[in-house]
């Protein structure tokens, strides 16, 4: 079964120098209807002005990942990490026992990016933070593994058992998607038709009880594809 939920539909807040549409309650957008998806909690839509940013604040016991989809982001935390995150790449913080960190636009552009948390397997584990540069190219027959609970499978690791895909997928193109638990789809580029049902750049859509969906692009597209264990 799949769920459609239109960018229009999104919580929504402007702060000035962010711009944020929220997929579930966050900060101060709440929906009782919209707390989270399985071990997946947040997933914000935000566009950072230039210049502007999150100062220094606490995180711990979650997996932040960071995907960019226009812009870059430079990111600075307690534990000595530093590192600049552009366009297409993402980075991962496990916050564990607790990390502060500064996520902050340094560009002469506004960034925008998706803020992703998900709930860890485990509580108070050693914070981490790693960031990764992945192939722009289209994708061929599959969309690229991108994070994943396993180590040492050529993407970025978190303390869950959970995968997120995604990539380029050309005009015309159709891709068959296998799930191995339930997945929250995000389309940050084009439009797509997802098992007949049309969706647009923003959109999200969550899928339950299905093992695969069926992916055609109407215009090239950039779709990601969040995998999650319902608790």
């Known amino acids: 079964m799949i769920t459609h939920i239109p960018y229009s539909e999104l919580g929504n807040a ?11 309650s966050f900060a101060h957008y709440f929906n009782r209807k919209r707390m989270g ?14 210049g502007k940013g999150f100062d ?4 711990d016991n979650m997996e932040i990942i960071t995907y960019v989809k226009s812009g ?7 534990k000595g990490n530093e590192g600049r995150t552009g366009a297409g790449d993402l980075q991962v913080m496990s916050a564990g026992t607790g990390i502060a960190h500064s996520e902050f ?13 998900i ?3 485990a509580q108070n584990l050693e914070p981490r933070w790693e960031a990764m540069s992945f192939p722009k ?8 593994l991108l994070v994943s609970g396993t180590p040492n499978d050529g993407a970025l690791t978190i303390y869950q058992d959970a995968y997120i895909y995604g990539g380029q997928i050309s005009e015309n193109k159709n ?6 638990n339930q997945a929250y789809i995000l389309i940050s580029k084009g439009h797509v038709e997802i098992d007949e049902i049309k969706m647009s750049k923003g959109d999200g859509a969550e899928v339950r009880d299905q093992k695969s969906i069926e992916i055609s692009a109407l215009t090239d597209s950039e779709i990601l594809i969040i995998d999650v264990p319902s608790k």
């Open 175 to 180: 891709i068959t998607h296998n799930i191995h």
């Open 119 to 121: 709930t860890p397997r």
């Open 105 to 117: 636009n340094n560009e002469d552009e506004d960034t925008s990016l998706y803020q992703i948390w």
């Open 72 to 78: 870059a982001i430079t990111h600075k935390d307690s």
């Open 56 to 59: 220094t604040h606490h995180h």
């Open 137 to 144: 190219k289209e994708s061929a027959n599959q969309l690229p």
């Open 37 to 50: 998806f399985g071990v997946l909690r947040v997933i914000n839509d935000d566009i950072i002005k230039a």
């Open 14 to 24: 402007d702060y000035g120098w962010l711009n944020a549409h929220y997929h579930f």
